[in-house]
């Protein structure tokens, strides 16, 4: 069965303004941060990979704590259980080490696909 591609990217779209949405009422952190990091996660996966930059995104509280459990509700909930096989349960930086190279490139092209829109909704509620 062939993925259609604008069928994902239309609910990454909406899963990314609800995302937005939801962390500009959040009133445990700056909007500001928020939006800041969210442009910044890109190209630290570009530059670091995706293990070195889910793990920095882990240590990391504040905006990026929201950021996270965003990214881990997206491949649990929305698109991972779908697509990458991820259970509920199961949180993104637990399966990268067992990640071949196809799979780690793929889950690398989603995060940056999502981090796509994220971005310009962010930076559109501002």
Avoid: H
């Amino acid at each position: 069965m062939p993925i259609n591609r604008a069928l994902f990217d239309q609910g990454r779209a909406k899963y990314c303004l609800q995302c937005a949405e939801d962390a500009k009422s959040n009133g445990s952190i700056t909007y500001s941060d928020y939006v800041s990091y969210v442009k910044k996660i890109p190209m630290m996966l570009k530059t670091n990979g995706l293990g070195l930059t889910i793990a920095f995104v882990n240590i990391k509280g504040g905006a990026y704590e929201i950021i996270k459990e965003q990214v881990n509700k997206w491949f649990q909930e929305e698109i991972g259980s779908k697509v990458f096989l991820l259970q509920p349960d199961i949180k993104l930086n637990d399966v990268i080490p067992q990640m071949n190279s196809n799979e780690y490139r793929l889950v690398t092209y989603e995060l940056l696909s999502l981090f796509n829109w994220l971005r310009r909704y962010a930076d559109g509620l501002k």
